[in-house]
C-alpha cells in the first residue's frame, strides 16, 4: 500500500473488496478526504484565471495551495492506516507462552492500538480542515463547477466521520486511560460543529444551483 500513488481505482477496489482486512474503512476515510481536497482544488483552478472572478484570484490561489498541502496529507494517510494495522497484528501475533512474553505480547498490542488510533484521529482532523476549505470554494467557486464544492464538503464530512469510528474502536481497546482521555478530548474538539458547518455548506451550494 506504500505505492498507493501508483495503484489503478480498480486495483484498489479490488483489494478493498477482498478477505484482506487492509486496505479497510481507515484507508477509505483518507481517500474520501483526499479525494475531497482534489474537488476543492478543482474549483479553484475553474475559477483561478477567469476575469468573473478576478475579485477572489488571490484568496482562491492561497486556497489551491491549502487543499493540495490536505491532499497529500491523506494520500499518505492512506498507506499510514495499512502499515499501523499491519504493525497491530504483528503484535497479536507474538508468542505468549510465558509470562515474560504474554507481557511483552501485551505492551507491543497497547503500542501498536496508540499508534493505530493517532493514524485516523490526523486522518479526521485533515478531513475536518478540508470541510472548512470547502466552505471558501461553495462561497467564492465558479458557479459552473459550484456542484463540486458540495460534493468536495461530504466526501471530507464523510471522511471524517468514518475515522472517528476508527479512533473510537481503538480507544476501546486501550489500558493507557490519560491516552484515551487526551485522545477523545481530541476527537471532541475535531468533530465541533462540524455537521453543522457541512450542512451549512451544502445548502450554500444548494441555493447556487
Same mark, same amino acid.
Given at each position: =500500500? #506504500? ?25 477509505? *476515510?483518507?481517500? &474520501? ?10 474549483? !479553484? ?6 476575469? /468573473?472572478?478576478?475579485?477572489? +484570484?488571490?484568496? =482562491? ?28 497484528? *504483528?503484535?497479536?501475533?507474538?508468542? %505468549? ?21 493517532? $493514524?485516523?484521529? +490526523? ?7 478540508? $470541510? %472548512?476549505? #470547502? ?11 459550484? *456542484? ?5 464538503? &461530504? *466526501?471530507?464530512? #464523510? ?13 476501546? !481497546?486501550?489500558?493507557? #486511560? ?8 481530541? &476527537?471532541?474538539?475535531? =468533530? ?15 441555493? /447556487?444551483?
Amino acid at each position: =500500500m #506504500s505505492n498507493i500513488k501508483d495503484k489503478s481505482i480498480q486495483l484498489f477496489l479490488d483489494e478493498l473488496a477482498s478477505k484482506s482486512p487492509t486496505p479497510g474503512g481507515g484507508s477509505v *476515510s483518507a481517500l &474520501m478526504g483526499a479525494q475531497a481536497a482534489a474537488l476543492v482544488s478543482m474549483v !479553484c483552478n475553474l475559477t483561478i484565471g477567469k476575469e /468573473k472572478y478576478a475579485e477572489v +484570484e488571490e484568496e =482562491m490561489r492561497a486556497l489551491l495551495q491549502q487543499a493540495e498541502t490536505a491532499r497529500e496529507k491523506l494520500i499518505a494517510l492512506i498507506a499510514a492506516d495499512v502499515d499501523t494495522f499491519n504493525n497491530l497484528m *504483528s503484535a497479536y501475533a507474538l508468542p %505468549k507462552e510465558t509470562d515474560a512474553e504474554k507481557l511483552t505480547r501485551s505492551e507491543g498490542i497497547q503500542q501498536a492500538l496508540k499508534l493505530a488510533t493517532q $493514524v485516523p484521529l +490526523e486522518c479526521a482532523r485533515a478531513c475536518a480542515e478540508v $470541510v %472548512k476549505l #470547502s466552505h471558501s470554494a461553495a462561497l467564492n467557486g465558479n458557479l459552473v463547477v459550484i *456542484s463540486d464544492a458540495g460534493a468536495a464538503v &461530504m *466526501s471530507a464530512y #464523510s471522511g471524517l466521520k468514518s475515522a472517528a469510528l476508527n479512533v473510537y474502536i481503538n480507544t476501546n !481497546c486501550l489500558k493507557d #486511560s490519560d491516552f484515551v482521555k487526551t485522545t477523545l478530548l481530541d &476527537m471532541e474538539d475535531i =468533530m465541533n460543529n462540524v455537521d453543522v458547518l457541512a450542512e451549512e455548506i451544502y445548502q450554500i451550494v444548494r441555493a /447556487k444551483l
